[in-house]
């Protein structure tokens, strides 16, 4: 079965640091992976994927992640966080499962709090 | 990218009364996707619509509680049936394009 863990629930990041967000997946076959963002009362926004090549993606606003197979993750990372980048960030992996390979399945999402 | 209009954005509901939601997309696209988050929650998939034959449903999803339609390739509609407060969420379709995936900007759904 295929599934998405992220492993916090919320990151806390002060404006100007760095930040990740953590992301790993189970699924079969080569996997597409996915980072949307959610801020409150708007809809769910793409922010990078990763298909195939370069292990490293970039995205909008400055985000970027890395693709590591061995350790089957997919954290999503920015230099330097803003106060607006305080948003819900979900994790996502193309499937397979009744309904045909290529469902999207989300993680259960994490919340990123930035303080001045 | 595909665009899709979602509709309607929000709606109050009596319990026990149904509720139909439809998407269209600016272009053909094979599968529609369905997806309901409950507040303060992730995007759980309901089923996967394709034209021209039954939805697929995931596991805790019926037909005869999500019935959903699919008459072409550009459209469908997910029917939230005999509603109950539970019933409570976001609900927001998809589609895939060229291994992207587009989301409509939901319906939030309160049911009384």
């Known amino acids: 079965a295929q599934s998405v863990a992220q492993p916090e629930d919320q990151v806390n990041v002060a404006e100007g640091n760095p930040l990740t967000v953590k992301c790993t997946y189970s699924v079969s076959g080569n996997p597409y992976l996915f980072w949307y963002v959610q801020y409150p009362n708007r809809g769910l926004q793409f922010l990078l994927k990763y298909i195939t090549g370069d292990n490293l993606v970039k995205g909008s606003y400055g985000f970027e992640a890395e693709f590591n197979k061995s350790q089957t993750s997919f954290h999503l990372k920015k230099p330097s966080a803003l106060v607006s980048d305080s948003a819900l960030y979900f994790c996502a992996v193309r499937g397979g499962g009744s309904g045909g390979y290529n469902k999207l399945i989300f993680g259960a999402g994490t919340r990123l709090a930035l303080h001045p | 990218s595909a665009v899709i209009s979602q509709k309607p954005s929000r709606d109050i509901c009596q319990r026990g009364t149904s509720l139909t939601i439809q998407c269209q997309v600016d272009?053909?696209?094979?599968?529609m996707f369905w997806y309901r988050q409950q507040p303060g929650q992730s995007l759980t998939l309901i089923a996967t619509?394709?034209?021209?034959?039954?939805?697929?449903?995931e596991s805790g999803f019926v037909i005869d509680k999500f019935p959903i339609s699919r008459p072409n390739l550009t459209f469908s509609t997910l029917t939230v049936s005999n509603m109950s407060p539970e019933d409570s969420s976001i609900y927001l379709c998809?589609?895939?394009?060229?291994?992207?995936?587009?989301f409509g900007s939901g319906t939030r759904l309160t049911v009384v």
């Open positions: 998809s589609v895939e394009r060229g291994a992207g995936y587009t």
């Open positions: 272009s053909q696209v094979t599968m």
């Open positions: 619509a394709n034209q021209g034959s039954e939805a697929t449903y």
